[in-house]
């Protein structure tokens, strides 16, 4: 998906389904601001993105195969979704490279952790609590911060 974007200049997140601050997820936590809200979207979609990971063959983009990437943009056209969860939203279409405000990916040093997690992201949520330790492992590791500009000399170095 990041090739896409940077070699088409936008992309499709699938469903549209993306994560945000939303009325719902402030609702949520009576306390916080937004700054912190915006973590708690975040890892909603780190997460997501472990789940999109477990649906592929890791041999399919080897660079990623154990990376966790959230795209994060300015996207004002969104529905919320909280049938789905606080945190969710359904995008009103592709998200444009002009309004990829960063991207968040794993370091290497969190692939152990992350292929491991992704094999049981669901059974986690189920309540297996075997589960539950393995996906916390994987999400203490904390997402690099790149520039949007970055993307294309990242996606060569990997």
Known sequence: MLQGLVADGEVDAVGRTAFAVTPALREAYTAGDDEE???VAMAEAARASLR??????PNDHPSFASRRVVIAADVDEVKPRPDLDDAV???AGPITMRAVASVHIDLQEAEADVARAREIVDAAELGDEEAEFVLGD???HELAWYAAQELPFLL???
């Open 138 to 140: 994987a999400e203490d």
């Open 89 to 91: 939203v359904k995008l």
């Open 52 to 57: 999109l990971l477990g649906s592929e063959e």
């Open 37 to 39: 809200l915006a973590e």
């Open 156 to 158: 060569e170095l990997l």
